[in-house]
């Protein structure tokens, strides 16, 4: 509109526009006693809040950064307007038609926010009542009722159809007043390859995105057709416009913050479909992001939501897939869960299904199901990572040990990490010291994951390495005193050669080293086991049966407490509880390891 608001106008909008209505659209207000309120600042990164709102006076003031003003101020402010657009908004807001004066200069410039706004507005009833008519938008309506949504769920987050045209919208929107660069500046159109404005969806089923305060700014269109009429993205959004920063924009969050700012719950899903199948569930506080990552804009945006007096108290729940780029999702949350402090949680359906899918299957209940069954995000982290160890054994649980340390380290909440030490040696099947060691190696040190240890040399000098080598010599020097050999575990022989030669003499049919020899292609084990032939048994007096006898008994008590830790480990991850009848059976035979290992031990006493 050209001219000049009338002064009359802007201050009856200004004294009409409640200050802490129109901030509360964006800002979580909590009263501060003496007539104000206050909240996070909306303008710069903050943990307690500075921001404070005179609602009897009609100003704001944030005591961290300075910002300060009226209700106009704060609204050019947040959403970057000029003058008359942000006077414009406020008008439609209580309902007010305001005046122009055809002289004068105009208070202002810039883009015209209202009618971006208003063209899209347009747009969306257009395609809300495409979708409605018969022929080609059956495929629309088709792929809602395919995903459980009836034409009210269709109707309540106003979803429509772009028709299967080059111009439709164009020409509708151009009857309607708008002009060509109205129409580009909004996103709803662009160039065409002859000449010329087209629409930018085209047989597409269509979301209107809103902003906070409920207008739409832009669109997410989803691709129907299943040939090569459209070779563009599956989804395909608004590009960024005065109006539409994708950065700052929650798909839902209109929608949601009311429900948000009351049960100080928000649930981040993945899509369009998931906002609207967890709403439908009954799961009001669910909003996405619109085809961008969640980013630091959002958290900023919700905090300001949740925020309760001084502290943030409220919970944020992601859902994830049960895939690995879901997996990857709940690890680079990880990092910004350390800017909700600690009430972050994750909720994975264990089949895959996102929300949308989830409600298929198994209806409201089930989708509510799984943000019930949700864990805090630190423990999804640490498991999605151990999970690609096999703790069952040492070697594992000490390689997830070194991975899952540094995040333990990362939690600033120094008062949460003794918690994490101690869950993470119950899954581990730790020592909670010696997880404790590993955290304090890594805390305060770079949030980068530890680089993998280089390979040890393999001190053969070991006691327990010679242990095994004077085992092997006895057996290839002395095969007749060693009748005990069948009897030593499968584990006993830790250093892989050593192994390797055990192996060979157990695929013999009988024992005969020259028969070993021939048997053995491999020349560096071949090359071992001619040293174990030669090499003279360590022992003060003569090879007897007994001296062999008492090397092999140390050797198995050896390897059956490896088994034994190996059991220990299994029991401490097993709750007796929920798994009684495993978790005896596994006691069962941690006695027996017991009682043998004790045997074992008391023929080697005495004889080394």
């Not at 000449?195 to 209107?208: E, K």
């Not at 299904?353 to 069954?373: H, K, N, T």
């Not at 048997?519 to 090499?535: P, Q, Y």
Request: some cysteine; glycine content about 8%.
């Amino acid at each position: 509109m050209a001219g000049r608001i009338r002064d009359e106008d802007v201050t009856y909008v200004r004294e009409h526009s409640p200050i802490d209505d129109v901030i509360g659209d964006f800002v979580q207000l909590k009263g501060a006693g003496g007539g104000q309120k206050k909240g996070l600042c909306p303008f710069h990164d903050e943990k307690s809040p500075s921001f404070h709102v005179t609602p009897a006076k009609g100003y704001f003031h944030c005591f961290g950064c300075g910002q300060g003003g009226d209700v106009i101020n704060f609204l050019m402010k947040m959403d970057h307007l000029s003058f008359t657009e942000t006077v414009e908004r406020l008008a439609e807001r209580i309902g007010y038609q305001l005046h122009y004066d055809s002289t004068g200069p105009t208070q202002g410039s810039g883009i015209n926010r209202s009618r971006l706004v208003a063209a899209n507005t347009a747009a969306a009833e257009f395609y809300r009542e495409q979708l409605g008519l018969p022929g080609p938008a059956q495929v629309g309506r088709e792929f809602l009722t395919g995903r459980g949504f009836d034409k009210s769920a269709a109707d309540l987050f106003g979803v429509g159809y772009a028709p299967d045209e080059w111009d439709g919208l164009y020409k509708h929107l151009s009857k309607l007043g708008y002009k060509d660069d109205e129409l580009n500046l909004a996103g709803l159109t662009k160039e065409g390859s002859r000449g010329g404005l087209i629409d930018r969806y085209r047989n597409r089923l269509v979301w209107p995105i809103k902003d906070i305060s409920g207008d739409i700014v832009g669109f997410g269109a989803r691709k129907l057709a299943s040939d090569e009429k459209d070779q563009g993205p599956k989804y395909l959004n608004t590009s960024e416009t005065p109006i539409y920063k994708k950065s700052q924009i929650l798909y839902g969050l209109d929608m949601a913050k009311k429900e948000i700012a009351k049960k100080r719950q928000v649930v981040i899903v993945e899509g369009y479909t998931d906002v609207m199948a967890a709403h439908l569930a009954g799961i009001t506080t669910a909003v996405a992001t619109c085809g961008t990552a969640f980013g630091d804009d959002h958290i900023r945006i919700i905090r300001r939501l949740l925020m309760d007096d001084d502290a943030f108290r409220g919970e944020v729940i992601f859902t994830f897939d049960g895939d690995a780029a879901g997996q990857n999702a709940a690890l680079k949350a990880f990092d910004d869960d350390q800017k909700f402090v600690a009430q972050t949680f994750v909720a994975v359906e264990p089949s895959g299904m996102d929300p949308c899918e989830l409600r298929q299957s198994g209806g409201d209940i089930a989708v509510r199901d799984l943000i019930a069954r949700r864990v805090p995000l630190f423990e999804f982290a640490m498991r999605s990572v151990i999970k690609h160890y096999d703790v069952a054994t040492a070697e594992g649980r000490v390689s997830a040990l070194n991975q899952v340390a540094p995040l333990v380290g990362k939690i600033r909440d120094a008062s949460l990490r003794p918690e994490y030490i101690r869950l993470v040696a119950g899954w581990l099947g730790m020592e909670v010291d010696v997880v404790s060691a590993a955290v304090k190696r890594v805390a305060g040190k770079s949030n980068t994951p530890l680089p993998d240890a280089p390979p040890m040399a393999v001190n053969l000098s070991d006691p327990l390495l010679m242990l095994e080598r004077e085992v092997l010599k006895a057996k290839l020097q002395a095969n007749e005193i060693a009748p005990q050999w069948s009897e030593i575990e499968s584990n006993a022989f830790s250093y892989p050669p050593y192994a390797a030669v055990r192996e060979k003499i157990d695929s013999l049919p009988e024992m005969n080293v020259s028969s070993l020899l021939e048997r053995t292609e491999d020349e560096n084990l071949r090359g071992l086991i001619t040293e174990l032939i030669v090499e003279p048994i360590r022992t003060d007096g003569e090879v007897s049966e007994r001296y062999v006898a008492s090397i092999i008994a140390r050797l198995r008590e050896v390897a059956l407490s490896r088994d034994i830790a190996e059991i220990k480990s299994t029991l401490q991850r097993i709750n007796p509880v929920d798994e009684g009848e495993r978790y005896n059976e596994i006691f069962g035979a941690l006695v027996a390891k017991e009682a043998q290992r004790r045997a074992q031990k008391d023929l080697a006493v005495g004889d080394l």
